[in-house]
C-alpha cells in the first residue's frame, strides 16, 4: 500500500499551541478555521516538553490546562474532514522539576552547568532522556492517539537558548564518554574547523546524529508504519520541513528566495519526500504575535508551488486567536489556488538542465550569488544537497555548479570529475576540494579535473584589484565595460598545459588620493580557466564571484556569472521579455501530457520591506517545447493564453503578471 501523503498535494497549517490554547480548544472550531484555508493538513503540540494529553509517564511533564476538548476530540474531528494531523515533539528540554530528579540528562558546559531557560532544562541528545525516554514518550502517543505523521523540533545539538546565548559544545558524561570511546580524545572547548579534535568532533556529532535517527526512525516505522515522519532524510521518506522566517538580529541583505532555495534544495536531493517549507507568520522569536508583510508570506507561498513543494503556513497559537490576522487573506488565496489545482501539481518533475550544488556549512553568499545569478537571468537549474548528490541520478544535467565548496569528500569530487570526463561541464569556484569533508587540509585539491597542477598561494584580501579582458569572445554584456572588479580571495595557481586561461588579473593598486589611482600592471593571473578534460570541460573560477554578488549586488559581477555561463558553459536561458525581478520554473508531468511554467513576481522585494507586487503587463516568455501544445491556459487567471511555436521553442503571452501564474501547455 502506498504511503499516505505520496502524490498527496498538501496545504499543511502549523498552529504551535502555547499550553494555555488547550484550555479552551473547541475540535469543530479548529477543524472550521483550517476549512476556510482549505488546509489538509495540521500540525500541532503534542508531547516532549509538555504533554498536551493525560500522560501516564512520570518523566512527561502534562499540561495543567487540558480543560478544552483533548487531542482525541482533535484528531476525530479533523480526520472526520479529511484533514491529516502532525504531532509536534520537542525533546531538547524538560521541565526544571524532571530535571532535579533526573540531572544526568542535562546539557552541560565546559564548566559544567546546565541551561535553564524560563524552567526549561537543555537535555543531551546523548543522555538518556533522548536516547531511551523519549522513545516511551513516542509509545504511549502513538499507542493512544491516531496521529499521521510526528515532526521533532530542534532535534541535534543545540548550543544556544532562544535569546540566542551561546553556551558552546556539550560536555556532559555521555558526551565525554561517547566522543572518548570513537576517538580517544577529549572534547574540544571551541568550535574551530583549524583544530583537528573539532574537527574529530564534527564527525562525531554527524555519526552520532545518524544512528540517533536511525533509532528513532526504526522504533516508530516497525510500530507505526503508516506515520510520516518529519526531516529523516537519510531514508527518503516522510517529509521534510523548513522554514522561511525573519529574526530583528539576523545579517542582511535579507534572502529574498528562501522559499524557492529550501524548496528546491528538498526537492532536487530527496525526490521521494515531500518538501513543505513554511511561511512562518512571526517576526522573530520574542515577537511571535506580530506578522510579517503579508505579501512576503505570499511571496514564499508562491516560490513554495512555483518549485513543486508543498505549502504551509505556521503561527503561534490557534487561528481562532491569533491577534494578528494581517496575513490570513493572502495565505488562504494562496491555499485556495492550490486546493482549486491541486492534481496539476502532483508528480512533476523539473526540466532543469543546470544543477547547483548547496552545502549548508560551506560560503552562503557564494552559493547564494550563483543562485541569484541563475534565477534573474532566467536559467533553469535544481539545487541538489551534497550529502544527496552522490547516490543522486545526474542524468538530465549538462552543467554542474560547484560554489566554493572548500570541504568536500572523495565520493562526491569523483563523481564530478567523471561526470566532466563523460561530457558534461563544471562550473567551479574558489577552493573548492581545497579541504577533505572534515575541513582538513590536504596536499592537494581533490578535483583533478581543475587543471591546476600547483597551488602557488591564496590571498584572502584582493582590495582594489580587477579582472582585465584581453579580448571580449563570449562576453556579450561587457561591451561598454572593460573590468571586473574582485574583492575576497584569490587562488594563484600554475595550470596544466593546454588550459585555457581568459582575462589578466590587476593586482591591488593605489586607490588614493585621486591623482595616485590608476594601476600600471596586468599580470598573467587569470580571471578563470577553461580546462578540457575527457570529452567534457570545468570552468574554473579562481576567485568567488557569487559572493561578491550577493554582498554587493553589482551588475559587473552578475553580468560575469552570466556570461561565463551562457559563452563559456554552454548555458541557454529562457527568451522573452521577462524582467530580471520574475522567477521561472519549468517541469513536465511524469506522462507527458503537459509542461507547467510557473512565474512568480518579486518586485515587492523592496529595500528590507515586501509589498504587493508592481503588475507587470503583455510578459512573454520562450521555452523550449517537445511539441505544438493544444491548449495553453493561466491556471491563476483561469484565461487562455495566447501562443505560437517556431521550431522547438514556444512563446507564451502573460497580458497580466500580478504576484504568481503557471500556464499549463497541454501537450495531448
Keep these: 500500500m502506498a504511503d499516505w501523503w505520496q502524490n498527496r498535494q498538501w496545504r499543511l497549517i502549523q498552529t504551535n499551541l502555547r499550553e494555555i490554547d488547550m484550555a479552551d480548544i473547541d475540535a469543530h472550531r479548529v477543524v472550521a478555521d483550517l476549512q476556510d484555508f482549505q488546509a489538509n493538513v495540521l500540525m500541532l503540540n503534542a508531547a516532549g516538553i509538555i504533554a498536551s494529553y493525560p500522560t501516564r509517564l512520570p518523566f512527561h511533564y502534562q499540561s495543567p490546562f487540558l480543560t478544552g476538548d483533548s487531542l482525541h476530540d482533535i484528531l476525530d474531528a ?80 543545540q548550543t544556544h537558548d532562544y535569546s540566542g546565548n551561546y553556551y558552546g559544545i556539550c560536555h556532559c558524561r555521555h558526551c565525554r564518554e561517547r566522543f572518548g570511546e570513537m576517538f580517544g580524545l577529549q572534547l574540544p572547548t571551541r568550535e574551530d574547523n583549524s583544530d583537528s579534535v573539532y574537527r574529530s568532533y564534527s564527525t562525531f556529532k554527524g555519526e552520532t546524529l545518524r544512528q540517533h535517527q536511525e533509532l528513532v526512525h526504526t522504533f516508530i516505522n516497525q510500530r507505526w508504519p503508516h506515520l510520516c515522519i518529519a ?68 511571496l514564499r507561498l508562491a516560490q513554495d508551488m512555483a518549485n513543486h513543494g508543498a505549502i504551509d503556513y505556521y503561527l503561534i ?22 486546493a482549486a489545482h491541486e492534481e ?19 560560503n552562503a553568499g557564494e552559493y547564494r550569488g550563483w ?9 533553469l537549474f535544481d539545487v541538489v544537497r551534497v550529502d544527496a548528490a552522490v547516490d543522486r541520478a545526474w542524468d538530465q544535467y549538462e552543467v554542474v555548479i560547484v560554489p566554493g565548496l572548500d570541504a568536500m569528500s572523495d565520493a562526491l569530487a569523483q563523481r564530478l570529475d567523471r561526470f566532466a570526463e563523460a561530457g558534461g561541464t563544471l562550473v567551479v569556484t574558489g577552493r573548492s576540494g581545497f579541504l577533505d569533508e572534515n575541513h582538513g587540509p590536504r596536499a592537494a585539491g581533490v578535483l583533478r579535473s581543475l587543471g591546476i597542477e600547483e597551488v602557488l598561494w591564496v590571498s584572502g584580501d584582493m582590495q582594489s584589484s580587477y579582472l582585465k579582458f584581453g579580448e571580449k569572445a563570449g562576453f556579450k554584456r561587457f561591451d561598454n565595460t572593460d573590468l571586473v572588479y574582485l574583492d575576497g580571495p584569490y587562488v594563484y595557481a600554475r595550470y596544466s598545459e593546454g588550459s585555457e586561461r581568459q582575462m589578466h588579473l590587476v593586482p591591488p593598486h593605489n586607490f588614493g588620493p585621486p591623482e595616485r589611482c590608476y594601476y600600471e600592471l596586468a599580470v598573467d593571473h587569470p580571471g578563470f580557466v577553461v580546462h578540457r578534460v575527457g570529452s567534457g570541460k570545468v570552468v574554473y573560477v579562481p576567485w568567488l564571484p557569487g559572493a561578491l554578488f550577493y554582498r554587493q549586488g553589482h551588475p559587473n559581477t552578475m553580468w560575469f556569472c552570466a556570461d561565463l555561463l551562457e559563452g563559456f558553459a554552454g548555458v541557454e ?47 512573454e516568455v520562450c521555452v523550449p517545447c517537445p511539441a505544438t501544445p493544444t491548449a495553453v491556459e493561466g491556471l491563476w487567471s483561469g484565461a487562455a493564453l495566447a501562443h505560437d511555436m517556431k521550431g522547438s521553442y514556444l512563446t507564451v503571452r502573460i497580458p497580466q503578471l500580478r504576484l504568481f501564474e503557471a500556464a499549463k501547455i497541454t501537450l495531448v
Design 371 to 379: 543562485f541569484r545569478a541563475l534565477v534573474e537571468n532566467h536559467i
Design 317 to 338: 497559537g490557534r487561528l481562532d486567536n491569533h491577534e494578528d490576522r494581517s496575513g490570513f487573506r493572502p495565505v488562504k488565496e494562496l491555499f485556495h489556488y492550490h
Design 231 to 298: 526531516n529523516h532524510a537519510q531514508f527518503n521518506r516522510g517529509f521534510i520541513r523548513q522554514e522561511s522566517n525573519t529574526a530583528m538580529a539576523r545579517p542582511l541583505p535579507r534572502w529574498q528566495y528562501n522559499a524557492s532555495d529550501n524548496t528546491k534544495w528538498a526537492v532536487g536531493s530527496f525526490p521521494g519526500m515531500v518538501s513543505s517549507n513554511t511561511t512562518v507568520d512571526f517576526i522573530d522569536f520574542p515577537y511571535r504575535h506580530v506578522a510579517v508583510s503579508p505579501h512576503q508570506q505570499a
Design 78 to 157: 479533523c480526520h472526520a474532514a479529511g484533514i491529516r494531523v502532525i504531532a509536534r515533539t520537542d525533546f531538547s528540554k524538560v521541565r526544571r522539576p524532571i530535571f532535579e530528579q533526573h540531572p544526568d540528562w542535562a546539557y552541560r558546559t565546559a564548566k559544567g552547568d546546565v541551561v535553564d531557560y524560563n524552567g526549561d532544562v537543555h537535555v543531551c541528545i546523548n543522555g538518556p532522556y533522548q536516547q531511551h525516554y523519549a522513545l516511551l514518550i513516542l509509545e504511549e502517543l502513538f499507542e493512544t492517539h491516531d496521529f499521521d505523521g510526528v515532526f521533532f523540533n530542534m532535534g541535534g545539538y
Design 573 to 619: 536561458p529562457l527568451g522573452g521579455s521577462l524582467s530580471p525581478m520574475v522567477e521561472a520554473t519549468l517541469a513536465q508531468k511524469s506522462d507527458g501530457s503537459y509542461l507547467l511554467l510557473s512565474l512568480v513576481n518579486t518586485s515587492g522585494h523592496f529595500g528590507n520591506s515586501y509589498y504587493e507586487p508592481v503588475t507587470m503587463f503583455d510578459v
Design 344 to 362: 496539476e501539481y502532483v508528480d512533476l518533475h523539473s526540466l532543469a538542465r543546470v544543477m547547483l550544488l548547496k552545502d549548508g556549512a560551506a
